[in-house]
């Protein structure tokens, strides 16, 4: 028997992927964009997603295609999933992903603990809304956005001039949020099967700079068994709500009184699980192909107490990390060196690293300490 | 810059160098004896390995030649080293690696513990080698034996007979080592790099079947920190003194009265160390290529008090081992599971399992159960 994945999209994501597989003898391809992409030793095809006949002849290679991003387009998936090709997540949970609006409104009627929020067609509308919320908002591009892109924080409707002259490019809507004053940012990462199945790793504290994930300290630090319990129970019912298949990211602001409230999601593995390759026994990459495959769940224990991930934002058009690797493996032997086979450009995501261990104090300077080398070039 | 390792043979070994490289963003390629190989995802080259040609053509796009087995010629390694070519472990080390006699006068020479042994060329010199050692011997091929190939227990000059009369075939000569009375086998896996930096994981206790790997139990049990401390002194100084590159295992026997006699050795990831993928901060594949790439090594620590490993052999040409996966992975979710990508056949190295933890009879019992779901079929 054989397991076939195929992965649509070739970036870090997919070629993180490409590991477990070759481990559980699992086979995996990948339809990327172009040659020479992150996951190019196990790209078989070349193409566009957006072309049902390209995705289509790709999917009739593999038993289950599933992402590496979120933007293959809803009619491209639900034109395979009409030809009977598994779709994970399918079509019906992506639709959220993909429509920050549809998503609000199906986490709402979830109950589900949100930010206030509102459909914005006009700039009363908008003003109406910012008067409501101590005179701000998050005002979000309904599709598209990601790593702070498509997110602007708005005092009135005149600094969302441009989003609302051009509003027909965002499918007629703005989606605008509360800015919740939240004292830190967590995530909640979910695994969920085909057949309901569901596992979930510890929660975690995400430190974002400049909108892009900086670092992850996991466990969150200070989090009462209530606070783990409480998260995992709401990434299980977005999971199950939503209908996710393969991993799930909930990210979360906790405010000063200790509530969450969900930020995003993100249906597939994500830079708040990295920690999982050596902090887990089940990685999520590893967790997501099972999944998608319909396989029994691994074990989402830690390895550790503590693990640290801290990410590699390329600094210049030089540095690519691994010419630092002389300095760097030399002076941090017990920390993990990821890069991801990317082209270095200021402020990219090149890679990461991650150190686990017993004390948070040690293994935090630990891998700051490690990425700090490698940052000097 | 651009650490390229290119690996001569497509084994499972190689195919478990492939992980972390796509984790560091080492570059690998593989030289490989026909398609569709264990590590035919990173195969860039199928040929002939006893060709110096086909060798140098792979070698030119590489900057290191390093190796999945220990069988190419040592004339083709010589004439790509003569042309500058790294290749690691060089053709000094490897070719005690390919004559046990040649690696059984070296060891002597470094004054390591080691069974009785004598070169023979003779009948007559068998008979006296055997009732000079109680009336047994080991009789092996100095030349390409391996996984219990090439060795024959005998007690008169007539059990070599067959061996005897072809010994031009082996190179004139055959090697007679002492049957230790040994209480159990043991291995000291170390990696060095050329430049001298040398790193040692815990020893290891292996269970044989047949004279193949069966078990590996991590740490060895019982062994003191005086047993630890001695064989990792044994396998420095035979990496130091052979002048091995990249990974080495020293396969020992223990005595009843605790002495180490060194068995055999491999000059390259072994399969007493594939627990270090879980087990270990630093696997010995990844530390294979940190070493032949002359970077700095990584910790050799422990992630956990106890490993055990459990070798998956083919039981038949059916069962791959991935088909039962359902099944496997549904009673085991804490186990590891590894398969090589090869076709079932009886007999056949096709996986393995690891499990972690605390409890070191707990954790045996779960690598064996969960090889035995896999075994059933």
Chains 1, 2 share one sequence.
Request: glycine residues 8%; contains cysteine; aromatic residues 6%.
């Amino acid at each position: 028997m054989k397991f076939r994945v195929g992965v649509i999209g070739g970036g870090q994501l997919a070629r993180m992927m490409i590991e477990p597989a070759l481990a559980m003898g699992l086979e995996i391809k990948v339809f990327a964009e172009n040659e020479g992409s992150s996951a190019a030793l196990a790209t078989t095809q070349v193409g566009d997603y957006t072309k049902v006949s390209e995705v289509r002849e790709f999917a009739k290679t593999v038993d289950v295609i599933t992402f590496d991003h979120e933007h293959v387009p809803l009619t491209v998936l639900e034109a395979l999933e009409a030809e009977g090709i598994s779709v994970q997540p399918p079509s019906k949970a992506l639709k959220f992903a993909q429509n920050k609006l549809h998503m609000r409104t199906r986490l709402t009627e979830l109950g589900l603990p949100m930010p206030a929020w509102a459909e914005i067609k006009t700039a009363d509308q908008l003003e109406e809304f910012i008067s409501a919320n101590g005179g701000v908002a998050i005002l979000k591009t309904p599709i598209g956005g990601y790593d702070g892109k498509g997110v602007a924080v708005v005092r009135s409707a005149s600094d969302a001039a441009e989003w609302l002259a051009n509003i027909s490019d965002f499918g007629g809507s703005l989606l605008a949020e509360q800015k919740v004053d939240f004292v830190r940012e967590l995530a909640q990462l979910v695994a969920r099967r085909p057949n309901g199945e569901i596992a979930h790793w510890p929660l975690v504290q995400t430190v974002q700079r400049d909108g892009v994930c900086a670092e992850v300290l996991v466990p969150a630090p200070k989090a009462s068994d209530d606070d783990l319990a409480r998260a995992a129970k709401i990434a299980e019912t977005v999971a199950s709500g939503l209908g996710v298949t393969g991993v799930l990211a909930v990210e979360m602001f906790e405010t000063a009184d200790g509530q969450f409230f969900i930020n995003e999601l993100a249906m597939r593995p994500h830079n708040s699980g990295h920690f999982s390759i050596e902090g887990s026994v089940t990685s999520q990459f590893e967790q997501h192909l099972r999944a998608v495959l319909d396989l029994p769940l691994g074990s989402t224990a830690s390895v550790s107490a503590h693990s640290v991930m801290v990410n590699l934002l390329g600094v210049d058009d030089a540095n690519d990390f691994v010419n630092t690797y002389p300095r760097a493996l030399a002076a941090h032997p017990s920390a993990k060196f990821h890069t991801y086979g990317k082209a270095a450009r200021k402020g990219r995501k090149m890679g990461h690293i991650t150190v686990i261990g017993d004390d948070s104090i040690a293994v935090l300077a630990e891998a700051r300490a490690a990425a700090s080398v490698c940052l000097q070039g």
